[in-house]
């Protein structure tokens, strides 16, 4: 954000998500040239060429606070639900849906649903047999979409989501600017009773900022996993051939 200032550009998306506490997960932190110059700078620690180098990406702590948002908007949200947005297949939409796998069916915890609402833009086409390909509503066998709702709610659509992610944020903030016009001109409560949708659009412009509360939803996880304990335990009990 500091550099964006300085040279006097438009706020990039990791300096709006850190200036609205949206937490950035990374799903394939070995892919792509960012982390291989990452790994140069590595080698040439390790080679002497340079004094320190220090990088440090926690994967287990990554998945690990990425199931405690996901617990947060099962318990803790009013709304006792979840839904996401998929831009492209493969690694963004396995590491997006991973949470309910992982809270409910290795951690062990229960009542663990998936995403009830789940849209995702992505080119490749289902006949190519890729990862890419699978599309999320594939996933209710594992349970990480709504088993009860995704027939109704689940669509992946075929196309390049950068030509229609425009179309689709213009037309949300379309509708909030709508909502908002109503809501000064009669009150919320009029407008929310008649369109309950409201709501939805007239939320705090500062978001949930959930990376601000990381630590005390992790820690919850953990408090989860520790009444588990004898669940968790058992687990580690494998059967050995004889």
């Keep these: 954000m500091l550099a ?10 990791l300096s709006t998500c850190w200036r609205r506490a949206i937490p950035v997960l990374v799903g394939a932190p070995a892919d792509g040239s960012v982390f291989l110059n990452s790994m140069k700078l590595w080698a040439m620690k390790q080679a002497g060429l340079i004094a320190d180098y220090q990088f440090d990406l926690d994967l287990h702590a990554e998945v690990f606070e990425a199931c405690a948002y996901h617990r947060w908007g099962l ?4 709304a006792r639900a979840l839904a996401t947005m998929i831009l492209g297949g493969g690694v963004p939409k396995n590491y997006n849906l991973q949470p309910e796998p992982a809270l409910g069916q290795v951690l062990g915890l229960p009542n663990v649903r998936g995403y009830q609402f789940d849209v995702q833009i992505v080119t490749a086409p289902v006949t190519d047999g ?3 390909a699978c599309p999320p509503a594939e996933a209710v066998t594992w349970g990480k979409v709504d088993k009860d709702t995704y027939l109704r709610t689940t669509e992946s659509m075929q196309a390049d989501y950068s030509l229609i992610m425009p179309f689709l944020v213009k037309a949300l903030l379309d509708n909030r600017r709508k909502y908002q016009r109503m809501a000064d001109a009669e009150g919320e409560a009029s407008v929310f009773q008649r369109e309950p949708k409201a709501a939805g659009y007239l939320r705090a412009p500062d978001g949930y ?7 005390a939803l992790c820690e919850r996880l953990r408090d989860d996993v520790r009444q588990n304990r ?3 335990s058992e687990t580690l009990r494998y059967a050995l051939p004889v």
Excluded at 75 to 78: C, Y
Excluded at 209 to 215: G, T, V
Aim: hydrophobic share 35%; charged share 35%; aromatic share 12%.
């Design 130 to 132: 890729s990862l890419s």
């Design 4 to 13: 964006e200032e300085r040279h006097g550009v438009a706020p990039g998306l």
């Design 75 to 78: 318990f803790d949200h009013p």
């Design 209 to 215: 900022r959930l990376f601000e509360k990381r630590e």
């Design 230 to 232: 004898r669940w968790l």
